[in-house]
């Protein structure tokens, strides 16, 4: 490494572990005892938020709050549940704050999605993923449980009359799967605000606009700015008020007879950190995280727990880290310590989804997402040693959370490159790596200026926000788009389904008799994909509105830029850039399809569009030859084949230009983004078979990741045609799974061999890779005896999970996908 490889370079030659990519801090017995605990946890529901919302809604206090404004009222409660809730701090950890009542839980919202888990209470320990509740806990959640009927956004936005029909289509998730029912989340707020000026900024601020009654300048104040005002200094109470409980129990703890005289000062230290921040400025570098993770709780218990992220924490930390390296209050080792500890908080929280949801949402996955590395808004290199810190104490836990984010650039320096692709080569499944240079001009694309595009932070899985500057609704819904090809093969019915004008799933058009070029049957195409997002927007638009008066987030609103300066919360519109974004599924079964069909039909004319689309509703029957050859021998996106890919592209141009035509109810851009969770599961299963040799029920392809088993060129030919692809209206990025020999890439050697890949891929102008280094023979052993691997962290979609968390189809993806060498 020479001086020149970054502007850190004095500090990196001082460090041995950054100096050596692949050498990595050994494991403290603290990290390794917070994980074997954790992996130990049963998992289970934590049903004291709802006990405490309903507390509060019965109570005095909370019936009066049904007379005062809705954003004032819903602080109330949140504040109620935040003094209200009981602390709880675990053996070891460093850094402060229970998640939930459990120690791996999950938050029951009455107010969102989590009433679908009573279609399992009857077999909760037997689900393949088993939530342990004691026969009086069951009790309780089915009467919380029927108790949130009335209060949750589902119920109020679509169970109104004259909107049943839209009911129906957002529970079937078939054409499309709403999350937004569930909550919004999916956040990078300003942390570094919260580390660099506390809360205390935020409260005077909201202070003096209540106490002028006006705007900065000097525009009276509405009804509802008053009520925002007020709700943001109720809820910064809220957080101080949890922050202080956390402290007693903190100093009751230290207090009890047999603690070591260690662990004494660490809990004292502990508490004095809560009782300073996040209210006032971090003054330590362990004090900014803890600063983090209060506002994370709180942000958790505003909303629900998907995609809440920390963004950028190497620059938002690096002030206090350099600082207490001066003073000579911490060592690179310690800081590494800290940060392990701070990571494995994350574990501690996992969704609540009920089986017949998870196969949408398969693995138990939260993402919370860590971003490091990339440009700042000048569009400078900030690569720093706290890049690397965030790695190494990473490779020390291994863990499904949290969600780890690389960015790389033309000037990224090598030793960092090559110490993501070391942690990447452990098997872990993260980091996941962004090319600024894609990135940034898709977020110009959404209307950012170029500086705030620039410092942009990773949402959850893959979604992207300028950090702090953002309401993305990162992860409104997800959409089905081959079953819009079949949709406009058969006149906008489902194949198999009665031609009566009650049972049209889509929009009419023409049938295929009356196409007679190919350019028609594209045009039916683009018309389905525009009615289905159309119908798709309608029902956002619905929760959207229920959002504003009976959901707001006041501490969302605290941490994104544009809200105190205009008195609005999130929800009604006030953040710097407000984005409404949806993911596409299946997107290479839509390419490789039409270029089978435009092949078979139009081109080479061997049968009329009729016999073809018959084959398909007779699901392939007695056309296995067919079959084999459309999906064996056509070309197919992912091997480097320009006719392949541009037909792709064409498919990804029919939904990326349907999407972006609408704006929110807030007035914000609607965006898209290419990734499926694991929705290609549960859509796959509605959706017929496919010109591409795809039979009728089969899972669709995964985000950017070519369909699986096709990929027969190698990595090389998959990232030609990923990187082949226009991704400038993308503003909510992509998912590109690549499964590589875990062989292939040990050592120094392999870690350059994948960092070059990484690089070539990013030059080309891709915008996201995520590769898994498995040994697929490892996979079959744990899913066939589950004790036998325990903890294996897979990368499924934009996130992580333990594989033996995956429902078995989920389990098998995996484990088919095409696995790669170097070459």
């Known amino acids: 490494m020479g001086k020149t490889a970054s502007p850190n370079s004095a500090i990196q030659e001082a460090n041995p572990y950054l100096e050596n990519p692949c050498l990595f801090p050994q494991a403290s017995d603290r990290i390794l005892a917070i994980k074997a605990e954790l992996m130990a946890e049963p998992y289970s529901i934590c049903l004291e938020r709802p006990s405490l919302l309903f507390e509060f809604w019965e109570s005095?206090?909370?019936?009066?709050?049904?007379?005062?404004?809705?954003?004032?009222?819903?602080?109330?409660?949140?504040?109620?549940?935040?003094?209200?809730?009981?602390?709880?701090?675990?053996?070891?950890?460093?850094?402060?704050?229970?998640?939930?009542?459990?120690?791996?839980?999950?938050?029951?919202?009455?107010?969102?999605?989590?009433?679908?888990?009573?279609?399992?209470?009857?077999?909760?320990?037997?689900?393949?993923?088993p939530f342990k509740l004691a026969p009086m806990e069951k009790a309780e959640l089915l009467r919380l449980g029927l108790k949130s009927i009335p209060v949750s956004i589902g119920g109020k936005a679509l169970l109104k009359p004259g909107r049943f029909s839209h009911f129906l289509d957002f529970f079937r998730a078939k054409r499309y799967f709403v999350t937004e029912e569930a909550g919004i989340s999916h956040q990078a707020g300003n942390y570094g605000e919260v580390v660099s000026h506390g809360l205390v900024k935020a409260d005077l601020y909201a202070r003096d606009r209540l106490k002028a009654d006006a705007l900065e300048d000097g525009t009276r104040l509405n009804a509802d700015q008053r009520a925002f005002y007020k709700s943001v200094r109720t809820i910064i109470l809220g957080i101080r008020n949890m922050a202080s409980n956390l402290a007693a129990e903190a100093e009751k703890k230290a207090a009890a007879q047999g603690v070591a005289l260690e662990r004494r000062k660490e809990l004292l230290e502990a508490a004095e950190a809560c009782l300073h921040a996040p209210y006032y400025p971090a003054r330590t570098f362990k004090e900014g995280l803890q600063a983090c993770w209060l506002v994370h709780m709180a942000m958790n218990l505003e909303d629900f727990e998907q995609g809440l992220s920390f963004g950028r924490l190497?620059?938002?930390?690096?002030?206090?880290?350099?600082?207490?390296?001066?003073?000579?209050?911490?060592?690179?080792?310690?800081?590494?310590?800290?940060?392990?500890?701070?990571?494995?908080?994350?574990?501690?929280?996992?969704?609540?989804?009920?089986?017949?949801?998870?196969?949408?949402?398969?693995g138990n996955g939260v993402a919370q997402g860590i971003t490091v590395g990339g440009?700042?808004?000048?569009?400078?290199?900030?690569?720093?040693?706290?890049?690397?810190?965030?790695?190494?104490?990473?490779?020390?836990?291994?863990?499904?959370?949290?969600?780890?984010?690389?960015?790389?650039?033309?000037?990224?320096?090598?030793?960092?490159?090559?110490?993501?692709?070391?942690?990447?080569?452990?098997?872990?499944?993260?980091?996941?790596?962004?090319?600024?240079?894609?990135?940034?001009?898709?977020?110009?694309?959404?209307?950012?200026?170029?500086?705030?595009?620039?410092?942009?932070?990773?949402?959850?899985?893959?979604?992207?926000?300028?950090?702090?500057?953002?309401?993305?609704?990162?992860d409104a819904a997800l959409f089905?788009?081959?079953?819009?090809?079949?949709?406009?093969?058969?006149?906008?019915?489902?194949?198999?389904?009665?031609?009566?004008?009650?049972?049209?799933?889509?929009?009419?058009?023409?049938?295929?008799?009356?196409?007679?070029?190919?350019?028609?049957?594209?045009?039916?195409?683009?018309?389905?994909?525009?009615?289905?997002?159309?119908?798709?927007?309608?029902?956002?638009?619905?929760?959207?509105?229920?959002?504003?008066?009976?959901?707001?987030?006041?501490?969302?609103?605290?941490?994104?830029?544009?809200?105190?300066?205009?008195?609005?919360?999130?929800?009604?519109?006030?953040?710097?850039?407000?984005?409404?974004?949806?993911?596409?599924?299946?997107?290479?079964?839509?390419?490789?399809?039409?270029?089978?069909?435009?092949?078979?039909?139009?081109d080479e004319k061997r049968m009329s569009l009729k016999a073809f689309v018959d084959i398909l509703k007779s699901n392939w029957e007695g056309q296995e030859k067919l079959r084999q050859e459309i999906s064996q021998k056509f070309p197919r996106y992912g091997n480097g084949d320009k006719d392949a890919d541009r037909m792709t592209q064409v498919a990804a141009d029919a939904y990326t230009d349907a999407v972006t035509a609408h704006k929110n109810s807030r007035g914000g851009q609607y965006i898209a983004g290419i990734y499926s969770m694991t929705c290609h599961h549960g859509f796959g299963k509605a959706t017929g078979a496919l010109p591409n040799g795809r039979p009728a029920g089969y899972r669709l392809s995964n985000g950017l990741s070519p369909v699986d088993g096709v990929d027969k060129k190698g990595p090389t030919a998959v990232l030609q045609s990923a990187a082949s692809l226009d991704s400038s209206q993308w503003g909510n990025c992509c998912a590109l799974n690549i499964k590589f020999d875990g062989n292939q890439f040990k050592g120094t050697k392999g870690a350059k061999i994948l960092s070059g890949l990484i690089t070539a891929y990013m030059n080309m102008g891709g915008m996201q890779i995520q590769p898994n280094i498995l040994d697929a023979e490892t996979l079959r052993e744990a899913k066939e005896d589950p004790s036998a691997h325990p903890g294996i962290v897979v990368r499924v979609a934009g996130y992580c999970a333990y594989f033996n968390d995956l429902q078995p189809m989920v389990q098998d993806e995996v484990i088919s996908r095409t696995s790669h060498g170097a070459e």
């Open 60 to 129: 005095k206090n909370g019936k009066a709050a049904k007379n005062l404004h809705p954003a004032e009222a819903r602080a109330l409660m949140l504040a109620h549940i935040m003094r209200r809730r009981r602390p709880r701090i675990y053996n070891h950890e460093l850094i402060i704050g229970n998640m939930s009542s459990k120690r791996i839980g999950a938050n029951f919202y009455p107010e969102g999605g989590s009433l679908n888990i009573l279609e399992d209470l009857l077999h909760l320990e037997n689900r393949q993923i």
């Open 480 to 602: 089905n788009l081959p079953l819009c090809l079949e949709l406009a093969l058969n006149q906008g019915y489902r194949f198999g389904s009665r031609r009566i004008p009650a049972l049209r799933f889509g929009a009419p058009t023409p049938s295929v008799e009356e196409m007679d070029a190919f350019d028609q049957v594209l045009r039916a195409f683009k018309t389905q994909v525009r009615d289905s997002v159309n119908e798709m927007v309608k029902v956002i638009t619905m929760i959207e509105q229920a959002y504003r008066v009976h959901r707001t987030t006041p501490v969302n609103s605290i941490i994104t830029q544009g809200c105190l300066e205009c008195g609005k919360d999130v929800t009604w519109g006030g953040a710097m850039y407000d984005l409404t974004s949806v993911q596409a599924a299946g997107l290479a079964d839509a390419g490789d399809s039409l270029y089978a069909l435009k092949r078979v039909v139009f």
């Open 375 to 474: 440009v700042n808004g000048g569009g400078r290199d900030c690569t720093n040693e706290l890049s690397g810190l965030v790695l190494d104490a990473f490779s020390q836990i291994k863990t499904r959370e949290p969600a780890l984010h690389v960015r790389v650039h033309k000037k990224t320096p090598p030793w960092f490159l090559e110490k993501a692709a070391a942690v990447a080569a452990l098997g872990c499944g993260k980091p996941s790596f962004f090319g600024d240079k894609a990135v940034i001009k898709a977020l110009e694309n959404t209307g950012m200026s170029k500086p705030h595009a620039r410092d942009y932070a990773v949402i959850g899985c893959v979604e992207m926000a300028s950090q702090g500057r953002t309401y993305n609704s990162s």
């Open 314 to 362: 190497d620059r938002i930390l690096l002030p206090l880290y350099k600082a207490d390296l001066k003073k000579g209050l911490l060592t690179y080792e310690k800081a590494v310590e800290i940060m392990a500890s701070f990571q494995l908080k994350t574990c501690e929280t996992i969704p609540i989804y009920s089986e017949r949801i998870d196969q949408y949402f398969s």
